[in-house]
C-alpha cells in the first residue's frame, strides 16, 4: 500500500472530485457513512454521550458529515467548532447547514476564548479539528484544548489524523498534538503513523479506503510503501515436488564468541527454519559441542580462534554469507570479516558486529557485494549515518547510504523500514514482545534464508522482515509479549508461512 504526502492526497481528492464528478461536499458524505459503519459496527447504538471536535477545515466538514450521520441514528450527540478564524472552507459550510436537517442543536460554536466544555471519562472524543491541512503548530486558545483534551480520560478518535500531527513532515512533537486511542485514516497512513517519534499520537489506526481516484493513485510515487499481507504472499516461492535440498541454497553464517555463541545458535537455526537447504556455522572453537549439540541439523567449521573467529577457511561452494551476530571486534575478527567479504560476489547479510566493523573500518565498504542487506537497530545505525536530526532525517541519511553503497538497509524498529535507494518499504508486523534479546539475531538468520533460496535481494529482506514480524505475532498469541523469545520467534516462521495463505476473515454485516 502506498504512502502519498498531504499534498498528493489532496490532489488525489481533487482528482476524484473532478472525475466521477462529485461534489467534494457529497464525497465527504460518502466517507462520513462510511466512518459512521465502522464506528456503530462497534457501539451498536449505544447511548454513551459522543462529543465531537470541529475545526473550520474540511477536516471539520468531516467532523459535521459524521455528527449528522451519528446523531441520525440516535446517538447522543454534542458538536462543538473550534470557530478561531474567519476563514471556514465552503465543505465545512455545506455540512453545518445539513446538520439542522436532522437536530434542532446547532453545533455549539467556542469563540476560542471561553473555558471548555465539561468533559466525562466515560464521553467518547471525536477528533475533528484538523488533519491534513495543519501547517503550524497549533497555539493559544487551541493549544490549551488540546491539552485539555488530552488530560481527560475519555476514550479520543482521530478523524484522518490526530489534530496537531503533521503527516510527512519534520516537527517539534512538543507542541500540542491530540494523543488518540484511535484513527481512522483516509485511504493511505500517514508516514509520520510509522515513525518513532510521532507514531504514538494515532493510538490504533485503520485505513478507510474511500474511492480516492484509482488513476492518480497508481500512477502516484510513494514516500513509502507498507507491506501489506496480500503483497507479502506475492512473495512467496512454493517448492518443487522433484526439489533436493540443492536447491534451497547454502547458508554460512559467521556468528558468535565466548559468551555470545547464543547469536550463532539464533541465526542458525532461523536460517534452517526459514529453510535453507543447508546450513553451516563457522565458529570459534570452542562453541563446536554447543553448536553441534543444539542444532542437530546443521554442520560446523571451527576458527583456529578459540573464543573468537580469527579466520576464515572452508571449501564450500555457493554459500550465502550472513555475518555478525556476536562476533566481537577485534582486529583479528575484523581481518576474519574482511577476508569473508572479499570471497564473496552475491549479496550477504551483515548483523551487529558486523556492522560495527564496518563502522570502524570504512575500507571495508569495498568488498561488500551489491545489493547486500545490513540490518542495524538504530545504535549501529548512528555509527554507520552520524546523528540524525530526527526520524525525517534518518530516513534521508538511510537513503543517501543505500545509493552511495548499492546496499539494502533494514532500519530495525517497530515499524522495521527497508531502505533500498530512494524507496522505503515499511513493516506492519510485529510486536513489543519482539523487543527482547536476540531477535535481531533471528532476522539476520530468516533474511539469509531466503537469499540462500534465491528470493532476490529485496524481496528477502522485505519479506524476511515481514515473517519475522508475523512470527513475533503468532507466538504472542501463546506466549504474551513478555514470554516471547528470540528463539520462540524462530520456531514460529513456519507459522508465519502458514499465516500467508489464511483465508481472509469475513466482515461482519452491515445494517
Ligand atoms: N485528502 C483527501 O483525500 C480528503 C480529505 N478530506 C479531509 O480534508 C482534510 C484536509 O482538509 P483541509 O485541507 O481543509 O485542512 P484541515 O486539516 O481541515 O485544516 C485546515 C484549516 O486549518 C487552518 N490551520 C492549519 N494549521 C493551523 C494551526 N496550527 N492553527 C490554526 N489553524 C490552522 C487552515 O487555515 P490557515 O492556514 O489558512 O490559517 C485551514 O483553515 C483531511 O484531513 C480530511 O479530513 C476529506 O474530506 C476528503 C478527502
Ligand atoms: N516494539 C517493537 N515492535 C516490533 N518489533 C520490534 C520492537 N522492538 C524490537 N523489535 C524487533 O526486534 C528485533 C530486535 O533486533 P535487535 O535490536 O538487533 O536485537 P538483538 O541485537 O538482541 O538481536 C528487530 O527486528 C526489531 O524490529
Ligand atoms: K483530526
Known amino acids: 500500500m502506498k504512502i502519498l504526502s498531504a499534498q498528493q492526497l489532496a490532489e488525489a481528492d481533487q482528482s476524484t472530485i473532478d472525475k466521477n464528478q462529485i461534489s467534494s461536499n457529497d464525497l465527504m458524505g460518502h466517507i462520513a457513512k462510511l466512518i459512521f459503519d465502522k464506528i456503530h459496527q462497534r457501539l451498536q447504538g449505544s447511548p454513551v454521550p459522543i462529543k465531537i471536535f470541529c475545526g473550520i477545515g474540511k477536516n471539520g466538514g468531516d467532523g459535521l458529515a459524521l455528527a ?52 466525562h471519562p466515560q464521553d467518547i472524543i471525536i477528533d475533528a479539528i484538523f488533519g491534513t491541512g495543519i501547517n503550524r503548530p497549533i497555539d493559544g486558545w487551541m493549544a490549551d484544548l488540546v491539552h485539555y483534551l488530552n488530560k481527560t480520560p475519555a476514550f479520543k478518535l482521530a478523524i484522518d489524523m490526530p489534530s496537531g500531527l503533521y503527516a510527512n513532515t519534520p516537527q517539534d512533537i512538543a507542541t500540542p498534538i491530540i494523543q488518540a486511542q484511535h484513527t481512522f485514516s483516509f485511504e493511505t497512513p500517514k508516514l509520520s503513523f510509522f515513525l518513532s517519534q510521532t507514531g504514538k499520537f494515532t493510538g490504533t489506526f485503520e485505513v478507510v479506503q474511500i474511492g480516492l481516484d484509482p488513476e492518480y493513485m497508481m500512477k502516484a510515487a510513494p514516500l513509502a510503501q507498507i507491506i501489506t499481507p496480500d503483497a507479502a504472499k506475492s512473495m512467496y516461492k512454493p517448492r518443487d515436488k522433484f526439489s533436493h535440498k540443492g536447491d534451497y541454497g547454502h547458508v554460512l553464517t559467521m556468528a558468535g564468541s565466548k559468551g555470545k555463541v547464543g547469536a550463532a545458535v539464533l541465526s542458525n537455526s532461523a536460517a534452517l527454519n526459514m529453510g535453507a537447504g543447508k546450513v553451516t556455522a563457522y565458529i570459534p572453537a570452542h562453541a563446536n559441542v554447543i553448536l553441534q549439540s543444539s542444532l542437530p541439523e546443521i554442520m560446523t567449521i571451527s576458527s583456529l580462534g578459540e573464543n573468537f573467529i580469527t579466520d576464515f577457511e572452508h571449501d564450500i561452494k555457493d554459500i550465502t554469507l550472513c555475518v555478525g551476530p556476536g562476533l566481537g571486534t577485534g582486529d583479528d575478527v575484523s581481518s576474519a570479516f574482511a577476508k569473508a567479504l572479499s570471497q564473496q560476489s552475491l549479496p550477504v547479510v551483515i ?161
Open 68 to 119: 449528522r450521520q451519528m446523531i441520525q441514528h440516535g446517538y447522543h450527540v454534542t458538536t462543538y467548532v473550534t470557530n478561531c478564524s474567519k476563514k471556514r472552507a465552503p465543505e465545512f459550510l455545506y455540512h453545518y447547514d445539513k446538520i439542522k436537517e436532522v437536530t434542532k442543536d446547532w453545533p455549539i460554536l467556542l469563540s476560542c476564548k471561553e473555558d471548555f466544555p465539561d468533559l
Open 351 to 511: 548483523d551487529a558486529d558486523g556492522l560495527n566493523i564496518l563502522s570502524d573500518n570504512s575500507d571495508y565498504w569495498k568488498l561488500i557485494p551489491k545489493n547486500s542487506i545490513l540490518t542495524p537497530h538504530d545504535g549501529e545505525l548512528e555509527k554507520l549515518i552520524g546523528q540524525w536530526k530526527d526520524d525525517y532525517d534518518r530516513l534521508e541519511k538511510a537513503k543517501k547510504l543505500s545509493i552511495d553503497k548499492d546496499v539494502i538497509l533494514v532500519l530495525k524498529g517497530a515499524h522495521t523500514i527497508a531502505v533500498s535507494g530512494k524507496n522505503l518499504y515499511i513493516n506492519d508486523t510485529g510486536n513489543p514482545g519482539m523487543a527482547t534479546a536476540g531477535s535481531g539475531d533471528v532476522l539476520s538468520g530468516i533474511i539469509a534464508g531466503l537469499l540462500a533460496q534465491k528470493y532476490d535481494a529485496l524481496t528477502a529482506a522485505v519479506f524476511g522482515v515481514f515473517l519475522h514480524g508475523r512470527a513475533g505475532d503468532i507466538a504472542s498469541q501463546t506466549y504474551a509479549h513478555e514470554g516471547l523469545k528470540a528463539s520462540i520467534i524462530s520456531n514460529f516462521v513456519g507459522a508465519a508461512i502458514l499465516d500467508l495463505f489464511r483465508p481472509e476473515p469475513q466482515q461482519p454485516q452491515q445494517q
